[in-house]
């Protein structure tokens, strides 16, 4: 139809207007074609004429529907102009408060101004996957296009982000980058994505600033190329950077500030880091105060600062790179306020004293006088000579800008590239997504060089989008087979050739450059000459210094002043020089001569389209106009090269007010950043495209009967369509879609609310005539009635007279009176029975009040004895665990001492092997010595000549020997003393360190009595300071502990030092050797004597420095393995006893001596050891017999109150709960077991060095504290662990101290063993000097070298004496290791002692039991028959389906059998006989009575892995057999455990559960995504645990078992540990199982819940005509219904079913995925504007209904259906009614699961279906955001998290299965099991 048709009364136009731009009028008459005006009214009401043209009448614009405002795609709108597409974005922006639009490709992205709730990580993973178009416009589904269609068409992508300052670019880019990060974790170490989003802060810093538009606006073109790899992760980036605003660091406008980096230093100015630089505050700098204010509301400079270096930091930027970053920025505000003054006219200078100056020269490097010559001189060179001029001060200050600018220009450049260099990560790139963040369109008041470049940078980008949306149209038009015609579009190519070809503005800029006195005057006049024909361009009118372009989007007047001077930024090459020679090398590198390269090494090869112009020498540099235009070809080759995806930022206001909408302001931009030419472009073809079945869904209300009954939805569209509209060029059919000119979608809107209309009147029309109808016929009835009595009235006046009115009067009279008589005698009867029935009901009410207040008061004595006897009973069990809890300390501390002797008798050995083997060196010593005599004997006749001659030499030396032993003597007598003294004082010492733990024993004690009396009001803080304490000394002790390992290696390396000394010693001594060899005369003789004397002396020297090495380290040993209670002693008798022995000169060998006193000590040290042992194991029976007694008072006090009532009975079941600690007895008596193993271990492994025995011991240590943690845990549970814990604190501190006190030592001894070897170097001096003199008077006699001999003689017998010796302290040492093994027998039988105990302590638990059983046996006999009833029903059930089951498996078996006979028979007739004996073994009926089996299945070793593969690995889910016994796997395996247990054989039991685990885990890992495998494991493994708890033995499992079942229970083995690891694995395996139904529930939640309508002739299908990527559509989708949803879950329980698994886990499971159904639910409505609609909400409450009737169904509605509360309350608010106060205050109340964020998403997003509908009013929106501001507890979070998960448990439900009535399958091939 015409489009002059559609103006018709009741239709609204859009007209101009000057205030806001467009305004809405409604038509009062139709208009006529040839008519002057249209007769319009106002929005306010006023009317007013429109005139029109009558040569060409342009009518205004049609308003489009209102079901079509407020559309998510702004070319989905049936009218596309300039009025729809503002209106659109101002309902959607300040209605919906709805920020994001599409306009086609384009995403509109309008600034709030305001935080919103909708880029958290849970919208991202919405976000991630979808289609673009299938939820609302967003950022993220920008990103995720571009992602996707590099993932699909290895395409690489550019994101194009473009606004105005303040429009939100930077933010947008920023959202874009956090998406790729987020969405493609490379999962690497070096989080190459954080680096990503780490450079953001770093740019903003240095390369934004505030300006009158914006806070943080970026001065910058930035174009960030994020590279992926073949896996779709980032690998790495890359930024290029465009036309940096330069003039800014030196000048800013007012209201105006400097990049953010100077402001942030400045604010930093007081730290310690930044002193050096000379800050002063913002407003002292010149370059930082021009524009006024110094700070930005809201913004901390200092934080900034500080996240500013720490993505410095983050992204590996060295500290030092970072101090020369910031010594550049400070010397340039420094050089800004260098002042430079006038001297004269044409001259100008800088005072030398100039602070800042100095401070600029300082912190750069450079010369202070070429500073100041240079900044106020020039040097211009002539033909003969070179001048220097002095320049001006206005000269001048530009020098000084033009250097600040130039140095912060390199290093914005050098930073960017250590960020470049920083974001490569080595790998290959496979491809990239380009994120540019532009200038849009920028027009000023005043418009200069910047302008001129961001406007003409956006004629190509235009020009670039233009083509690119063009091209997809086509696509489009391709894909569907429509006819594709020429579009006729702006083209600005025109304005693009004006500004770069040849002879253009830049081409005239660049010549006018090269001329040294060009002016801006000139260059403009050569624009006037050569330009001046080109329509483009204009000349201003009353102007000369300006020209005017007309751009794509504006006419825009540039001021020529300044071009020229920006476009050469040039720099006196004099302050270049002398910046190049600074000795700050960052600076120096600035000024560095290069050859130009590349603008950029990385990305696509790009070839010119205009060849870059070569300078011709040195003066010619590159222009600043020429290289923006060689990197703008490089970015549009770039962009070309990939597939754009375009973002258009919005500011809709000037004032950064929140959703506030300027639509002056907003159309501007529309128009300058191409949304409305892509509207000019859609709008020439068919802008309105439809599904057949959006259309059919639609628009079926206008189909005739004959057209709905097609059985073909497109021909039925194709029928209509051509019925409604005759122009066949209004619509095209497409392959999906049906494509509409502009305005046909509103004729058919209009179409279908015409007929709606139509149907409403005679809807109304029916209604109205049936209520009239109704209305008349009751008062035609009325009126019937009224003259039947007044014709009735007027036939009894003629009929009765005067005497029968009389009569009738006083019948009436009698009649009163009798009636009155008749009711006073029945009053008075009612009366009297109603006191009588009173008075009895009184009465009985009164004594039943007696009763009850008798009952009270003796429910009260009871209750007070009764809870007496309950405080009596707690505090005794508290008392008889805490003794408990005592013996089991004492016996561990009982087996450390055990350790602690044998270690010591290990360290007694290897000194006697070490020893002996020193003592087997010096006898080879020896014998060198005799040969060495025998060689100087057949010299003795050529010495005795000389022997006279040596006498007295002789003499001599033998009196200086004398005097050397009389002061070695002297000092043995001072060591001796010393050693005295210090044993004392260690005495001392130990007494004092005994008499402070005796205080700290009683303080301990002291304190766990207070904690006794405040145990149940303090246990909370208790526990948290124990907690704390322990982790403070835990980390003391680790501190100690790596201090003693550090003192342990000095004192190694101080060993090795004193073996190196030793060496020299020993080489000196060979030297000596040697000498005696060459020596001829007879003195040598008395050499080698003197030799000897000093070999004895080492010898004795080494035996003592030995012999204090093992006793320090035995102190070592002994301290940290007894805790330092007797160490002491024992060292003090060492000290005491030894040195006499071991320094007495002229015997070898006294040292044995001094050993065996040692060793005598050790030994009666031992033995009284043995006697502490004896007295704390009879303390240990005392406390035994003790807990005896407590247990005989407390069965006399339990046989007193035999009268308590049911509320007594149910403490005492509690106190036996709390009592359960036996078992954890009988567990620590294992691991004493346990210990005894390791102790045996240990004492065979006595040849190890003392170094591995110092390992050994800290390993040791380290598994002690790991145990008393494991011990703090078991007895969580239990209220007493605060006072345990206590305990251990206080042992904790004890330790820590006694570490404290071996580090001490250790240092000492440190120190000792230093100085040591400082006297062991001076003796070796010393030595060396002897031997120089010796080597002068060498000479021995014969005689003495006899005696020599003898000596040696005597020695040898004496060795041999002592080899014999230490054979016998050897066998010594033997025998006190089976008085070791004696006492651990001891230990032993005092444990099998406390067993008998427990056994005794559980005989009388028992008997308490018996005792409790007889109190209650009078109130549960009633119950006792309806549980004997149950059980019989129970029992008889679990017969009846064992029989099943047993008959079942024989079937199955029989089955098999045949079949295998029958295969037999055709391979193998020659084995008739044997088939015949099978048949026969076959047909034997199977034993129906199997109490002879103990449920026990046998098997050998060598058949475990066979076990595990037949009945785990290979066993299958889908089995007949397996789905008749659900859980007969984990019954089997649980009878092969009991057998195991049966035969007390640890090993074997160990290996199956081992092997169990192992292969259950297999399982679930090769078949992770298998759903009836995991179900089937998991039910397997909830009943293996089942089994481990119901047959442990332990009381709270064992309640409803059958005797039979109690006598199957575990006898030999605790498998706790085993029951956890089962549970941990139980819990893997459910979480695993959600994840696989998650996996295949979420491609159908929204589908069926919200896109498929359940509910008939309900569609609330929207004209949406989204226009979505054809690369994002997936064809040929099958639909998901509800029902299909359903029919999921029903195959998801049947199978839980099937496998038997506990109902409690399957109402967990179930509840799980229906949380999962519902906030899937939710967060698509919250994202899809679509699904906010009042029918939306009857289909999902419709849907849920399905729901909760499948859960009725189930059983499973209770804890489930409050998993969909929230879908619930937000379907109930869309169809809620929201208008009135009363509507908000429902809403309020009603949705309490809702947070207020998702309130008022819904409410903004609520879109009608129909013209009858309204909008939500924003006042109403405001008011229940008002109310819901004070709800405490309201969450911030728009989504809901859909990975949440509940936390899952396994209830215990005993299994009636009896073990031994189970058979094996023949058909799971377990033929090795024997059933016992």
């Known amino acids: 139809m015409a489009l002059s048709e559609l103006y018709t009364k009741y239709n609204r136009v859009w007209i101009p207007d000057a205030e806001h731009v467009w305004k809405s009028a409604e038509i009062l008459r139709d208009f006529k074609p040839g008519e002057e005006a249209l007769e319009l009214q106002l929005e306010d009401g006023t009317e007013m004429v429109y005139p029109l043209d009558k040569s060409s009448p342009q009518l205004p614009h049609l308003r489009n529907p209102n079901i079509l405002v407020g559309s998510n795609d702004l070319t989905a709108l049936s009218y596309l102009h300039e009025p729809a597409v503002l209106h659109n974005l101002k309902v959607r922006f300040v209605e919906s408060n709805i920020i994001y639009s599409y306009c086609g490709i384009i995403l509109v992205a309008v600034n709030p101004y305001k935080q919103l709730h909708i880029y958290g990580d849970a919208v991202i993973r919405a976000y991630s996957g979808q289609n673009m178009g299938a939820m609302d416009p967003h950022i993220f589904a920008v990103a995720e296009e571009a992602y996707k269609q590099m993932a699909r068409n290895n395409k690489n992508q550019s994101v194009i982000v473009s606004g105005e300052s303040g429009a939100g670019k930077t933010v947008s880019a920023r959202y874009v980058m956090r998406y790729f990060a987020m969405v493609s974790k490379s999962g690497s170490k070096t989080r190459v994505e954080d680096k990503v989003l780490a450079s953001n802060p770093i740019t903003e810093a240095i390369g934004n600033a505030k300006t009158t538009r914006n806070d943080n606006s970026s001065r910058f073109g930035k174009y960030t190329e994020i590279s992926f790899d073949r896996r779709y992760q980032i690998i790495g980036a890359n930024m290029r950077t465009y036309l940096l605003e330069k003039s800014r660091v030196v000048s800013q406008s007012e209201n105006e500030r400097n990049y953010h980096i100077f402001y942030q230093m400045c604010a930093c100015a007081e730290q310690s880091e930044f002193k050096s630089l000379r800050l002063l505050s913002a407003e002292e700098f010149r370059y930082t105060c021009m524009g006024g204010e110094t700070g930005i509301e809201g913004v901390d400079d200092r934080k900034d600062m500080e996240e500013t270096r720490r993505t410095f930091s983050l992204l590996g930027l060295t500290e030092d790179f970072q101090s020369d970053v910031f010594k550049v920025l400070a010397g340039i505000l420094h050089l800004g306020n260098v002042e430079i003054r006038d001297v004269g006219s044409d001259r100008s200078s800088v005072s030398s004293s100039d602070q800042h100056l100095a401070a600029f020269c300082d912190l750069l490097g450079v010369s202070p006088d070429g500073v100041t010559r240079w900044l106020c001189h020039r040097r211009i060179a002539m033909v003969a000579e070179t001048v220097v001029k002095p320049v001006p001060s206005e000269r001048a200050v530009s020098a000084r800008d033009a250097l600040a600018k130039q140095i912060y220009a390199h290093l914005f450049d050098c930073v960017i590239q250590k960020i470049n260099a920083a974001l490569q990560v080595p790998g290959k790139q496979h491809s990239f997504i380009g994120v540019l963040d532009i200038y849009g369109f920028e027009t000023f008041n005043i418009n200069s060089f910047e302008q001129f470049c961001i406007n003409y940078a956006n004629e190509k980008l235009q020009q670039q989008f233009n083509l690119h949306v063009f091209k997809l149209e086509q696509d489009e038009y391709m894909k569907e087979d429509i006819p594709w015609t020429l579009i006729d579009f702006y083209d600005n190519q025109p304005v693009i050739d004006l500004i770069e070809a040849k002879m253009g503005i830049l081409d005239l800029l660049d010549e006018e450059c090269l001329f040294p006195q060009g002016t801006d005057q000139n260059w403009l006049q050569k624009l006037y000459n050569y330009l001046a024909d080109n329509p483009l361009f204009e000349k201003p009118r009353m102007s000369n210094k300006a020209f005017i372009i007309q751009h794509f989007a504006d006419k825009v007047e540039y001021q020529c002043w300044g071009f020229l001077e920006k476009n050469r930024d040039t720099l006196y090459e004099e302050l270049v020089d002398t910046m190049r020679t600074s000795k700050f090398p960052l600076l120096a590198n600035f000024f560095l001569e290069v050859e130009p390269d590349g603008l950029g090494s990385k990305g696509i090869k790009v070839r010119p389209a205009r060849p870059r112009v070569k300078p011709a020498n040195k003066n010619h540099r590159t222009t600043v106009g020429e290289k923006f235009s060689s990197s703008l070809y490089l970015l549009m080759e770039t962009l070309n090269a990939t597939t754009p995806h375009y973002v258009r930022c919005i500011k809709p206001n000037e004032e950064k007010m929140p959703f506030e909408y300027d639509s002056k302001r907003v159309v501007q931009q529309l128009r300058a950043c191409g949304v409305l030419e892509t509207i000019h472009i859609s709008a020439q ?213 055990l350790e602690d002797q044998a270690k010591e008798n290990r360290g007694l050995l290897e000194r006697l092997t070490d020893l002996a083997g020193a003592h087997a060196q010096g006898l080879d010593k020896l014998r060198c010595l005799e040969a060495q005599l025998g060689k100087s004997a057949t010299e003795k006749a050529s010495l005795e000549e000389r022997e006279k001659k040596s006498k007295e030499d002789a003499t001599k030396t033998i009196a200086q020997l004398q005097e050397e032993k009389d002061k070695l003597i002297v000092e043995k007598q001072n060591l001796e003393k010393k050693c005295a003294d210090s044993a004392t004082e260690m005495k001392d010492d130990f007494d004092q360190i005994k008499t402070t733990l005796i205080e700290d024993v009683e303080r301990v004690e002291r304190l766990r009595k207070i904690a006794e009396n405040n145990l149940d009001l303090q246990t909370e803080d208790h526990e948290k300071e124990v907690k704390l304490q322990k982790e403070d000394h835990d980390k003391e002790v680790e501190v100690l502990r790596e201090e003693n390992r550090r003192l342990k290696e000095e004192r190694v390396g101080l060993q090795r030092q004193t073996e190196e000394e030793a060496q020299v010693n020993t080489d000196l001594q060979d030297q000596v050797i040697q000498l005696t060899k060459h020596v001829k005369v007879i003195p040598e003789l008395h050499k080698d004597l003197h030799n000897l004397q000093t070999q004895r002396d080492d010898l004795g020297r080494k035996m003592k420095k030995q012999s204090e090495q093992a006793r320090a380290k035995m102190s070592v040993i002994t301290r940290q393995l007894l805790c330092g209670m007797v160490e002491e002693e024992v060292i003090s008798r060492l000290t005491s006893d030894s040195p006499d022995q071991i320094y007495e000169v002229g015997d070898l060998l006294t040292a044995f001596d001094g050993l065996q006193k040692a060793t005598r000590v050790l030994e009666r040290h031992q033995q009284e050891q043995k ?507 099958e639909a998901c219904t509800i029902y299909s949803l359903l029919q999921q879950l029903s195959l998801y329980h049947s199978t839980m079913s099937q496998h038997g698994m506990e109902e409690g886990l399957v109402r967990q499971a179930v509840k799980q995925t229906f949380f999962l159904v519902g906030a899937d639910t939710l967060n698509n409505i919250l994202l899809r504007k679509d699904m906010c609609s009042c029918r939306k909400g009857m289909q999902i409450r419709s849907n849920i209904s399905y729901l909760e009737a499948w859960l009725k169904e189930k059983e499973l509605v209770q804890g489930t259906m409050a998993t969909l509360k929230p879908l619930s309350q937000a379907a109930w608010l869309l169809q809620v009614n929201k208008t009135t106060d009363d509507d908000i205050k429902d809403i309020t109340e009603h949705c309490s699961e809702l947070s207020p964020v998702q309130i008022v998403k819904i409410l903004n997003s609520y879109t009608p279906t129909d013209d009858f509908e309204k909008r939500v009013a924003p006042s109403f929106v405001r008011k229940v955001q008002g109310l819901l501001q004070d709800r405490e507890g309201g969450c911030s979070q728009l989504m809901l998290d859909t990975q949440y998960r509940f936390q899952v448990t396994f209830p215990f439900t005993p299994s009636s299965q009896a073990l031994e009535l189970l058979q094996i399958p023949s058909s799971l091939k377990l033929g090795f099991l024997t059933r016992i």
């Open 1171 to 1677: 006697e502490g042992y004896d007295s704390q194991m009879e303390g240990l029976r005392f406390k035994v017999e003790h807990l005896q007694n407590q247990n005989n008072q407390l069965q006399k006090l339990f046989q007193e109150k035999t009268s308590v009532n049911d509320s007594i009975s149910q403490e005492v079941a509690r106190l036996n709960t709390e009592n359960m600690v036996i078992p954890e007895l009988k567990k620590q008596l294992s691991e004493l077991r346990q210990h005894k193993q390791e102790l045996e271990v240990q004492l065979e492994k006595q040849a190890r060095k003392m170094t591995e025995e110092m390992e050994e011991i800290s390993k040791e240590l380290q598994m002690n504290v790991e145990e008393e943690g494991s011990q703090t845990r078991l007895l969580e549970e239990h209220a007493e662990k605060v006072e345990r814990e206590k305990q251990e604190v206080e042992r904790d501190r004890e330790e820590v101290e006694r570490v404290k006190e071996d580090v001490e030592r250790e240092k000492e001894e440190v120190e000792r063993e230093k100085e040591e070897v400082e006297r062991e170097k001076e003796e070796v001096e010393r030595e060396k000097q002897e031997v120089e003199r010796d080597k002068e008077k060498v000479e021995r006699d014969k005689e003495e070298v006899e005696r020599v001999k003898e000596n040696v003689a005597r020695e040898k017998e004496e060795v041999e004496r002592k080899k014999e010796e230490v054979e016998r302290e050897k066998e010594e040492v033997e025998r006190e290791k089976e008085e070791v093994e004696r006492e651990k027998e001891e230990v032993e039988r005092v444990k099998e002692e406390v067993k008998t105990e427990k056994e005794e302590v559980e005989r009388e638990k028992e008997e308490m039991e018996r005792e409790k059983e007889e109190v209650e046996r009078e109130k549960e006999e009633m119950e006792e028959v309806l549980r004997k009833q149950k059980n019989i029903e129970s029992e008889a059930k679990g017969r009846f389906s064992q029989e099943a089951s047993r008959l079942t498996a024989e079937n199955m078996d029989f089955e098999e059998q045949l079949d295998m006979k029958d295969r037999l028979i055709r391979k193998l007739q020659n084995q008739i006989k044997s088939l015949q004996t099978s048949e026969e073994a076959n047909q034997t009926p199977a034993p129906t009575i199997t109490n002879k089996y103990l449920g026990m299945l046998e098997y050998k070793r060598e058949d475990e892995a066979k076990l595990i593969q037949y009945v785990i690995l290979d066993l299958k889910p889908r089995g007949v057999l397996v789905n008749m016994i659900p859980g007969m796997a984990a019954q089997l395996l649980f009878m092969c455990v009991r057998h195991a247990d049966y035969l007390n054989d640890g090993a074997k039991l160990k290996s199956l559960m081992n092997a169990i685990i192992s292969g259950v885990k297999k399982v679930i890992t090769d078949h992770q995504e298998d759903f009836e495998l995991l179900s089937f494991w998991l039910s397997n493994t909830y009943h293996m645990l089942s089994c481990l708890k119901q047959y442990s033995g332990e009381e709270e499992f064992m309640k409803q078992n059958t005797p039979r079942q109690n006598k199957n229970c575990l006898r030999n083995f605790d498998l706790s540990e085993h029951r956890q690891i089962f549970s941990d694995l139980a819990i893997r395996i459910y979480h695993q199982f959600i994840s696989v139904m998650e996996k295949n529930l979420i491609p159908m939640i929204v589908p069926g819940m919200l896109e498929h309508d359940s509910l008939q002739d309900m569609s609330s299908m929207t004209p949406t005509g989204s226009r979505k990527r054809s690369s994002s559509i997936y064809e040929d989708q």
């Open 685 to 897: 073809s068919y802008p309105s495209r439809w599904t057949y079945i959006e259309f059919y869904s639609r628009y079926s209300i206008l189909m005739s009967q004959e057209e709905l009954g097609l059985n073909h939805k497109k021909l039925a569209c194709k029928t209509v369509l051509q019925r409604l509209i005759q122009d066949s060029d209004q619509n095209k059919f497409g392959r999906t879609k049906i494509f509409f000119r502009a305005g046909q979608v509103a004729y058919l809107e209009k179409l279908r609310l015409d007929r709606l209309r139509k149907a409403c009147l005679t809807i109304q029309k029916h209604v109205r005539g049936w209520s009239h109808r109704r209305k008349f016929l009751r008062m035609r009835e009325a009126a019937i009635v009224l003259q039947q009595y007044v014709r009735g009235q007027r036939q009894i006046c003629k009929t009765v007279t005067a005497a029968a009115l009389k009569q009738g009067w006083a019948a009436v009279v009698i009649q009163r009176y009798w009636r009155s008589y008749l009711t006073r005698q029945i009053y008075r009867m009612v009366r009297f029975s109603s006191i009588i029935i009173q008075a009895f009901t009184r009465g009985w009410i009164a004594r039943k009040r007696y009763k009850k207040m008798v009952e009270v008061q003796k429910a009260l004595i009871l209750q007070k004895y009764a809870r007496a006897w309950l405080a009596r009973r707690r505090f005794q069990s508290l008392r008889r665990l805490v003794h408990n809890v005592q013996l089991s300390y004492r016996c561990q501390q009982l087996r450390k001492k």
